[in-house]
């Protein structure tokens, strides 16, 4: 009955139910894990100090207890601990159960979450919240078995220790998974290849004997002088793929080395970490064969800039920022020696989208402005759908795809969990907790800063060795933390996104992930298994998500939505900036950019340059220009607003999200401080918000806005199912005009104000527009009939259901574009049934592209999640119809008739986008 102990019970909590008063903890005791005999979830015990005397104890206030307590049951029995020990206080517990003295049937409230002792301080409110139990019934032993039985094997099969996990979880098991170990493809052995010895000998030192199958093919190929991609999964030896090839060519071309110092191979990468990371491994390689290799970056001291500046190395590890500085400015001493450059390779390929990925467009377009001859180009990247496309887009040229078709990794458990008895944090931990006691080393993937900082701090108050890793943080303590985990010293790693990337953190036994795309889960657990041990995948789902509730019920799609990456070389505020960058250096003529004429020329209206004769373009005003370029930066476009706390510059936000967050009287949040916005300015180009710092950090702040779109150019038309739909550029006009205040603990509005003025920003971007069909008639009068409105009419209706159509179309698309919901926003217009889906980033990102080109898809996802949204709501719930990012605090909204008009969608009902006639409907986001 009782198991051995493998972690300190920390019994810091105080414990309070509808039922009983509060008990503090008076010591901190090893006990052992026990389990509720009723249901089989883990007991909470501890020994306490009552605060308060009891009725039906004879312990006085101050007296010594235990308190066993089950979550699942809602139940909790207090022994006194003056007379009774552990073994005791169990036996009466499950006697009580066993007679029905504890009433585990109880339907009063349910009990309040646990709380740490320092429950009154803000951050303290913020963790109870993961502990908070919901009524939800308890999965069977034969349920999972079933599941089991269809991912692949039978609960005989299975592992002692992950089908404990599977049978005790207090969580929804959604799908299991086995996926059978693989192995790689082999290739060349390494004396068999035309490298130096000593690159040969340190190679079989590292353990790498035998070549990959795809890495053999690329030494071929990029080894011949082709542009290509490799893909393959992490720690799959892309590195190694393309490395290995452009040493031997720098080998054959060496004398090109003496005769044109320079630079002569580049290698982008996406992040200094990862360049950093990277860089030793490929130096000691470099240095086995006789060539050199150097690192530059904002990081990098002058002494060390004037080394490489002296005595530039073969090859240089850098990324895009740094490239887009230098290839800018007159002064820079970096530029003349990129002219010798003959090969590029972007490591990371498939993180260059959106804008960023247009800027990298431009990036290689300006650094073929400085070449003496054609560079040749590789792109890296993880399993994406679309990789070659997606390569040829940023590169502008053809390549050749070069594929792991299968890598070597150990048997792998997947598991996707849904929060129906707790919020996704508690179900984490839990999880956590579980894998901690069987010995999984476990790598845990939040998707923010807060979440990952959050988990941290809860799996330390429940006693799990744990710490963060996430970008922000030192570079010392990031290197310290990745040592104790790659070392085994430390058992759990909490992480952001950081760890996606190659960054080596060693052997691991488990990944649980917050919900992404299959793409980079594929990534995150890529990082388990490699030394050929059997491994758990978990996925966990959201509450209160509509993609969660979506493979809650269809988990099956999960495996097929593998991301594609997308870039808008059209975007016409990333050209601008980039184009203004290009004409200063001198080199550039109108045949370099054939498809941007147009901006080109506006900027010979704006008095920026002068197109010549030949094509080539001059600048006119170079301060200007200069100044614009320096104001720009390539990872978040739009115009800058400067945050000012009196007369210091604390930091800046782009438009349009700085009108948002930072309209007079807003709340916000900035290096863990709370600050309030005392005063806006903008103009044209430029803005500013000077702030105080703020006391109460327990409220916030949610702008109340509105979008208004204007077709400037229909670029396509297509039709898809029965509707004709169109994208095109659009002028957006963002109007805020007021905010709620919120109490964030206990959650409670505090209040709504208006601006005065609104806050008006203008901008362009790319998107898509579709006409909805109408609610039927009989959808509307149901409506009518329950809703208690007053003066509610159709209209009213109509309106929320094309406001709740447009909100679960985007947010729908996460999985099917490969990015954010925050790179798409959305507008209704009214009751005219005209729904726009845009960009949310000035110019365009293509991520509304990649979405109208799969809408049909989407749509049946809508139905999907309407359709099986258990909420009875006249207006959805946050499972379905609400959105985090509406404008219009979710209203009007009406489920149902969003329903009606997505089914009349699939069903090819015919309907046209009236291109003038949505003007003057109230537009709703």
Not at 316 to 340: A, C
Not at 667 to 694: C, I, P
Request: net charge neutral; charged share 25%; hydrophobic share 35%.
């Amino acid at each position: 009955m009782c198991e051995k102990p493998s972690q300190p019970h920390l019994t810091v909590w105080l414990c309070r139910s509808p039922k009983f008063d509060k008990t503090q903890p008076i010591d901190v005791t090893a006990l052992p894990v026990l389990h509720c005999p009723k249901c089989g979830t883990t007991l909470d015990i501890r020994r306490t100090k009552l605060l308060v005397p009891r009725d039906y104890l004879e312990t006085p206030k101050g007296g010594n207890v235990w308190s066993v307590s089950c979550r699942t049951c809602a139940v909790e029995l207090l022994v006194d601990a003056s007379t009774k020990d552990l073994f005791d206080a169990y036996d009466a517990y499950s006697k009580a159960l066993d007679s029905g003295a504890l009433d585990s049937r109880y339907d009063g409230p349910a009990p309040a979450p646990l709380e740490p002792l320092d429950a009154a301080s803000p951050d303290s409110r913020t963790i109870d919240r993961w502990a908070r139990p919901k009524s939800a019934v308890r999965q069977t032993k034969e349920e999972i078995e079933k599941l089991i039985r269809l991912g692949g094997l039978t609960t005989e099969e299975v592992p002692f220790s992950v089908l404990s996990l599977l049978n005790e979880s207090e969580e929804r098991l959604v799908h299991y998974r086995h996926l059978p170990p693989t192995d790689a493809l082999y290739g060349s052995k390494l004396p068999d290849l035309k490298l130096p010895t000593k690159l040969k000998e340190h190679l079989i030192s590292k353990g790498v004997e035998q070549l990959y199958a795809f890495q053999n093919e690329a030494f071929d190929r990029i080894g011949a002088g082709h542009n290509a991609v490799v893909v393959a999964p992490t720690a799959q030896g892309k590195t190694e793929a393309f490395i290995l090839p452009l040493i031997r060519n720098l080998l054959i071309t060496i004398q090109d080395s003496f005769r044109s110092p320079g630079i002569r191979a580049l290698l982008i990468y996406p992040t200094k970490a990862l360049a950093r990371d990277q860089f030793e491994k490929i130096k000691q390689m470099c240095k086995a064969s006789g060539l050199t290799a150097a690192l530059f970056d904002g990081d990098v001291s002058q002494s060390q800039r004037r080394r490489i500046y002296e005595r530039p190395p073969d090859l240089l590890l850098t990324n895009p920022d740094v490239l887009h500085y230098h290839l800018g400015w007159e002064g820079s001493q970096l530029v003349p020696l990129l002219s010798t450059v003959r090969h590029v390779v972007i490591d990371e390929i498939h993180l260059y989208t959106g804008s960023l990925g247009a800027n990298v467009y431009y990036i290689l377009k300006r650094l073929g402005l400085e070449t003496d001859e054609p560079f040749q180009m590789i792109g890296a990247s993880a399993t994406i759908a679309n990789p070659r496309e997606h390569t040829e887009q940023l590169f502008d040229s053809s390549v050749e795809l070069i594929e792991s078709q299968t890598a070597k990794r150990g048997p792998i458990h997947f598991m996707m969990y849904y929060p129906e008895r707790s919020s996704k944090y508690s179900m984490i931990v839990n999880l956590v907790r579980r894998l901690n006691e069987q010995g999984f080393r476990t790598l845990v993937f939040g998707n923010t800063h807060s979440e990952a900082e959050l988990l941290n701090r809860i799996l330390g108050r429940i006693g799990v060795s744990s710490k963060v890793h996430r970008g922000g943080l030192s570079k010392s303590y990031r290197s310290k933390v990745e040592e104790e985990f790659k070392s085994g010293r430390l058992p759990v790693l909490v992480s952001t996104p950081t760890l996606e990337l190659g960054i080596d953190i060693g052997h691991l036994d488990c990944v649980v992930s917050m919900i992404v795309s299959v793409t980079r889960l594929t990534q995150r657990i890529g990082r388990a298994g490699r030394k050929g041990q059997e491994s758990v995948a978990i996925l966990a789902l959201r509450d209160n998500d509509p993609i969660s509730t979506f493979y809650r019920f269809q988990p099956e799609k999960y495996f097929t939505d593998i991301d594609s990456a997308y870039v808008e070389p059209g975007n016409e505020i990333v050209a601008r900036y980039q184009l203004i960058a290009a004409a200063m250096s001198g080199k550039m003529n109108t045949a370099d950019f054939p498809y941007q004429l147009k901006v080109i020329k506006n900027l010979q209206e704006e008095g920026l340059v002068q197109i010549l004769d030949d094509g080539q373009v001059r600048v006119v005003d170079m301060d200007r220009a200069r100044k614009e370029w320096r104001g720009y930066n390539i990872r978040g476009i739009g115009d800058t607003v400067e945050i000012r706390l009196g007369n210091k510059l604390i930091g800046d936000r782009s438009m349009p999200m700085a009108a948002q967050e930072l309209h007079p009287g807003a709340l916000y949040l900035h290096g863990g401080e709370t600050y309030m916005s005392v005063q806006y300015d903008y103009r044209q180009g430029f803005g500013r918000a000077k702030v105080v710092k703020n006391p109460d950090s327990n409220e916030h702040t949610r702008p109340m806005y509105y979008s208004s779109p204007r077709i400037v150019e229909v670029l396509e038309r297509h039709k898809i199912l029965g509707m004709k739909t169109i994208y095109c550029t659009l002028e957006m006009t963002q109007v805020v005009h007021g905010y709620t205040k919120v109490q964030t603990y206990p959650r409670q509005v505090l209040g709504q104000f208006d601006l005065s003025p609104d806050l008006v920003y203008k901008y362009l971007t790319r998107g898509f527009a579709f006409a909805a069909p109408s609610p039927s008639k009989s959808t509307i009068d149901e409506g009518l009939e329950i809703i208690e409105r007053q003066n509610a009419d159709p209209a009213w209706l109509v309106g929320g259901a094309f406001h709740a159509l447009e909100h679960v179309v985007i947010e729908s698309s996460g999985m099917l574009t490969g990015g954010s919901t925050r790179e798409i926003g959305g507008v209704s217009m009214g009751d005219s049934g005209i729904i726009f889906v845009h960009d949310g980033s000035p110019g365009g990102s293509g991520a509304s592209r990649l979405l109208y080109k799969r809408l049909d898809e989407a749509f049946r996802r809508v139905e999907a999640i309407l359709a099986n949204c258990e909420c009875e709501a006249i207006d959805g719930c946050p499972l379905c119809t609400y959105s985090y990012q509406c404008g219009n605090n979710n209203s009007p909204l009406f489920k149902n008739g969003a329903l009606d008009s997505v089914r009349q969608i699939l069903e090819r009902s015919e309907t046209d986008v009236d291109t003038e006639g949505y003007i003057g409907y109230q537009p709703m986001v």
